[in-house]
């Protein structure tokens, strides 16, 4: 479903953050993006998201390449994409209900009944459809981050990408994200997550993709990550976070 | 009447300090650095100054183009001098405001598909319209204020009137204390208006 062939980024500082990257992304499959800090996971997703432009390299989204010079075009073709941000991002103007509609409304088309019932339906799904009419600020870290999944489910996304979807959370909410992230898997949707849950990758991913200094140093199932690969510097970093 | 040029201006002060601020962030170079003369200019040259030379001398130089002489309407061209004059103190407070918005709602934007101008009308204006609310209404009072400027070219507003009525019997004390309470009462309601909306823009914080 998304091809990423040979991706490179360097930051205006000359950090390279990501080497020739490549990947390939099958529908229906799950794959986690582990490795240290800095290693250019977020990079990668961001590039994928259209949130960063790549240098070089070609990402093909069901075989057509997005062309990224032509903004407008390479936006619509990423709207099978769904994002969710480590810090959320909802709109602060907005209540819940709203930061669920804008984007079917405005970019869809969709009549704002319409909208509004989707969204009754993913808040259901998430356990908000209390807080429909709620501000963000009034809302807890994992709230605000079911309402954020919520949000992107409501644009009926192909593909969900992760970006430590937990890491700001206070420990006890983080449960109730990673089962909200838990259903969409059983549900077969298409992902890609970075995540320091080293276990809850493991449990859910289909492959699992090492990165290291912008490049993928190892790839595989998660039981070879986790129980037979030889890279030291994988089992390094595992014996260090697990 | 003073009233009413203060708020043409801020209006058109607004309207021209969004499309400077367009200007100032926008990726054109030209742009930007037009955006930047404009407020440059406008902010560091007085205000009294800004609208003497618009009644008379920018005449002047017209009727030198035309090549026959034409004489500008002191209340439009007064108008007109403020309004340019608010923009480009609105274009900072607008671009500021822009910049105060979390980099995260920007990007939330994009990935939902929002159109550059859905991004800025729906989220990102209305979170930086909340910041600037109280900036922007002291400068709406600092414009009422500044509208006395126009009895210099002899635009009859309430500093005008006062003057006027004060050479008329002799007697500036009274209308001239009237006047500084009209002004007074202005700005105080102002500023409780504007305390009222911005308690009902707080609901989303
Ligand atoms: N906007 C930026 N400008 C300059 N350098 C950046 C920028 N974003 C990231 N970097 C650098 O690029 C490298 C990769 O960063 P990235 O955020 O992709 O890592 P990461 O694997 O997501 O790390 P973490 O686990 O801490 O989130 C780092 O060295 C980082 O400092
Ligand atoms: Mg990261």
Known sequence: MIDIVNLNKTFSNKVEAVKDFSLSVEKGEVISLIGPSGSGKSTVLRCIAGLETPDSGEILINGKTIDFANEKEAQKQRIIMGFVFQHFNLFANMTVMQNLTVAPVNVQGKSEEEARRLAMKYLKRVGLEDKADEFPSKLSGGQQQRVAIARALCMNPEIMLFDEPTSALDPEMIKEVLNVIRGLVDDGMTMIIVSHEMNFAREISDRIAFLENGRIIETGTPDYIFNSTENRRVKAFLDKVL | ?205
């Open chain 2, 1 to 205: 009447m003073s009233l009413l040029i203060a708020a043409i201006a801020t209006a058109m002060g607004l309207i021209l300090g969004t499309l400077g601020a367009a200007a100032k962030l926008s990726r054109s170079k030209f742009l930007n650095a037009l955006a930047s003369v404009y407020v440059e200019v406008f902010r560091g040259t007085p205000m009294i100054m800004q609208i003497t030379f618009a009644f008379l001398a920018l005449p002047a130089l017209v009727t030198l183009i035309l090549g026959r002489p034409i004489r500008f309407n002191p209340l439009i061209t007064g108008i007109a001098a403020i309004s340019i004059n608010s923009g480009a103190y609105t274009t900072e407070l607008i671009r500021s405001g822009i910049n105060g918005v979390d980099k995260g709602q920007f990007e939330a934007a994009d990935t939902l598909g929002l159109t550059y101008r859905q991004k800025m009308r729906l989220v990102i204006l209305p979170q930086a319209f909340k910041q600037i609310l109280p900036p922007l209404v002291s400068e709406f009072i600092t414009l009422i204020k500044d509208s006395s400027l126009l009895s210099t070219i002899g635009v009859v507003e309430l500093m005008k009137s006062a003057t006027t009525v004060g050479a008329n019997y002799y007697a500036y004390l009274p209308p001239l204390t009237v006047a500084s309470g009209i002004y007074l009462v202005m700005t105080l309601v102002i500023s409780a208006i504007s305390k009222m909306i911005e308690r009902r823009l707080a609901v989303s914080d």
